[in-house]
């Protein structure tokens, strides 16, 4: 389940952007929660980057598993 | 009399045939580096230990023992790899105040046994976490093709030193394309064998649910010789898996019959491949009578997939020296790890069971009816050091991740490939990916053994930097 205010299929959040936080709030709160600092000369760099990989997480999500259930375990080629 | 950039299996037979002392190739092979530092290929110079270790091989051989299949070939080792008595710098200026490693790496112990000399360290991007070797703190590491255009990344120094001719082989680790990247650009050889494979004990993780270890050479032969020597179970790698030793170097004269090959294409695959190149891989086919066409249809998600779960797992790695020494990291490697430290559970998650479902994919639809795939390596050749977007069939991409694009659906997966390199006459070099089921990388090989015999893989050192690495060795 996508947290409410993300778009599954642009990765971005939903409007109108006052219903919910935006990219840089999200960014910067839960920076702060995690112990996080990021200083104005990364900010910019970090928003670029969690963008991108927010785009790519729109793809992931937006993929139909046959089972949404199946354990995401480790991954191992091992009994292959 | 011997050039310093012969080929590993001709220096180790003329070692033990006692034409060439050990010592010898190992001083040449010194007495080249200060030239070659133009492609700033090396972070350490391990010379006092590498004189010992030739010294001892011989002595071994002067007392008749049998020697190792590496006897006195010179290697050296992206610096993710452990070293003793170094610190393990990952190309990082962090790691640089880590204590000196207390032990070699798993992988360098197997090629000390086979006889093998480490001479070096080598550059790469921070961390692995870049495919062009533009380091903010141990500088660009330059193409020996072009020294104006990058080696490639992040193993990009194991690659440059290789290319240049200064040693036969080098270590490299590929997460996300970062030997066969390198591999492509500069020209050479490369393996990732399947994941588990080989061990990574000793090597400093990037994202380690897909960390492999991995190297270059200038021979198919090379290749397997080495990923020979380096084949074993190491219970301290959790995904090392018990398996027999299953050599390649004997299965590479069997030819290609039997090999269900075909080539794969896809969306990305026809639209964002510069013609040439895909008239390369095509070539490449006809040689192998590949006539079948297999589409990678789930590729793109595999791409986001894999990048969602590598910015989690580096990120996690570093969160420690995120909060207390930020400003350490390289601005590029720093900003990616910040924005990987914060995403919900949820992407990372789901990544991680289409991860599941993209590799049955693969196993139950693709390889029931094809042994190995043939796909290009990179879009387009080596681009100029600081370039930073790219046009590619009149599309303008961000030049970094766009390095990526064929070869992080495969890593993902842990599936083996041998890098090819394809030699053009006028332009810069490219690559072609020989992709296997799992634990089958003897196919692979087979293939490249292949192409190489029939002349449309090899892998020169181009003509420049073979004026530095070619001077004699005095036996």
């Given amino acids: 389940m996508l947290r409410p205010g993300w778009d599954s299929h642009s990765g971005r959040l939903r409007r109108p952007r006052e219903e919910y936080m935006d990219t840089e709030n999200y960014v910067m709160r839960t920076a702060e929660a995690i112990g996080l600092t990021i200083p104005s000369a990364?900010?910019?760099?970090?928003?670029?980057?969690?963008?991108?990989?927010?785009?790519?997480?729109a793809v992931v999500l937006a993929h139909q598993l046959a089972d949404e259930t199946e354990s995401a375990q480790i991954f191992s080629l091992d009994h292959e | 009399m011997m050039a310093v950039s012969e080929r590993a299996l001709d220096i180790a037979g003329r070692v033990a045939q006692g034409e060439l002392r050990a010592a010898d190739v190992l001083e040449a092979t010194l007495a080249a580096l200060p030239a070659a530092a133009h492609y700033n290929c090396f972070t350490a110079v391990t010379a006092a230990r590498a004189r010992e270790e030739a010294e001892a091989i011989d002595r071994r051989r002067s007392r008749g023992e049998a020697l190792g299949p590496l006897a006195g070939v010179p290697f050296a080792v992206k610096n993710l790899f452990d070293v003793e008595g170094l610190p393990t710098l990952a190309g990082s200026r962090i790691n640089a105040n880590r204590a000196p490693a207390i032990r070699d790496a798993f992988?360098?112990?197997?090629?000390?046994?086979?006889?093998?000399?480490?001479?070096?360290?080598?550059?790469?991007?921070?961390?692995?976490?870049?495919f062009t070797t533009e380091n903010a703190h141990y500088g660009a590491t330059r193409n020996p093709h072009d020294p104006s255009r990058i080696a490639g990344g992040s193993s990009g120094g194991s690659a440059a030193a290789v290319a240049a001719g200064t040693?036969?082989?080098?270590?490299?680790?590929?997460?996300?394309?970062?030997?066969?990247?390198?591999?492509?650009?500069?020209?050479?050889?490369?393996?990732?064998p399947t994941f588990g494979r080989l061990s990574r004990t000793g090597a400093f993780p990037f994202a380690p649910s897909f960390d492999h270890i991995g190297h270059f050479a200038r021979s198919v032969t090379d290749l397997a010789a080495v990923y020979d020597a380096l084949l074993g179970h190491d219970p301290d790698d959790?995904?090392?898996?018990?398996?027999?030793?299953?050599?390649?170097?004997?299965?590479?004269?069997?030819g290609i019959d039997g090999l269900r090959i075909a080539m794969a294409t896809g969306p990305d695959f026809d639209s964002f491949l510069e013609p040439g190149m895909r008239a390369d891989v095509e070539a490449l086919c006809q040689c192998l009578g590949a006539t079948a066409r297999v589409e990678m249809r789930d590729a793109a998600v595999a791409r986001a997939a894999a990048f969602v779960i590598t910015a989690a797992e580096s990120s996690n790695l570093h969160i420690a020296n995120l909060k207390s020494r930020l400003f350490d990291f390289d601005p590029s490697t720093r900003d990616k790890f910040l924005a990987g430290a914060l995403l919900p559970s949820h992407w990372v998650i789901q990544?991680?069971?289409?991860?599941?479902?993209?590799?049955?994919?693969?196993?139950?639809?693709?390889?029931?009816?094809?042994d190995v795939l043939i796909a290009p390596c990179t879009p387009f050749p080596a681009t100029p050091i600081g370039q930073d977007a790219v046009t590619v069939n009149g599309k303008t991409?961000?030049?970094?991740?766009?390095?990526?694009?064929?070869?992080?659906?495969?890593?993902?997966?842990?599936?083996?490939?041998?890098?090819?390199?394809?030699?053009?006459?006028?332009?810069?070099?490219?690559?072609?990916?020989?992709?296997?089921?799992?634990?089958?990388?003897?196919?692979?090989?087979?293939?490249?053994?292949?192409?190489?015999?029939?002349?449309?893989?090899?892998?020169?050192?181009?003509p420049v930097a073979a004026s530095i690495a070619g001077e004699p060795i005095k036996p």
């Fill in chain 2, 167 to 192: 040693v036969p082989f080098a270590l490299g680790s590929d997460t996300n394309g970062s030997i066969r990247v390198p591999a492509a650009l500069c020209g050479i050889f490369g393996v990732k």
């Fill in chain 2, 351 to 370: 990544a991680q069971r289409v991860r599941r479902h993209y590799l049955r994919t693969m196993l139950d639809v693709v390889f029931a009816n094809t």
């Fill in chain 2, 397 to 462: 991409v961000p030049l970094r991740p766009s390095l990526g694009l064929f070869v992080q659906p495969l890593s993902f997966i842990g599936l083996p490939v041998v890098s090819v390199p394809i030699s053009r006459s006028k332009g810069l070099p490219t690559g072609v990916q020989i992709i296997a089921r799992p634990w089958r990388e003897d196919d692979a090989f087979r293939i490249a053994a292949y192409l190489e015999k029939e002349g449309l893989v090899s892998a020169p050192v181009p």
């Fill in chain 2, 238 to 254: 959790p995904v090392s898996v018990q398996r027999e030793n299953e050599p390649v170097l004997p299965t590479l004269s069997r």
């Fill in chain 1, 42 to 57: 990364c900010a910019q760099g970090t928003l670029r980057g969690f963008d991108r990989l927010a785009q790519m997480a």
């Fill in chain 2, 107 to 130: 992988a360098i112990r197997r090629l000390s046994a086979a006889g093998a000399v480490l001479v070096g360290t080598l550059n790469m991007e921070e961390y692995a976490y870049g």
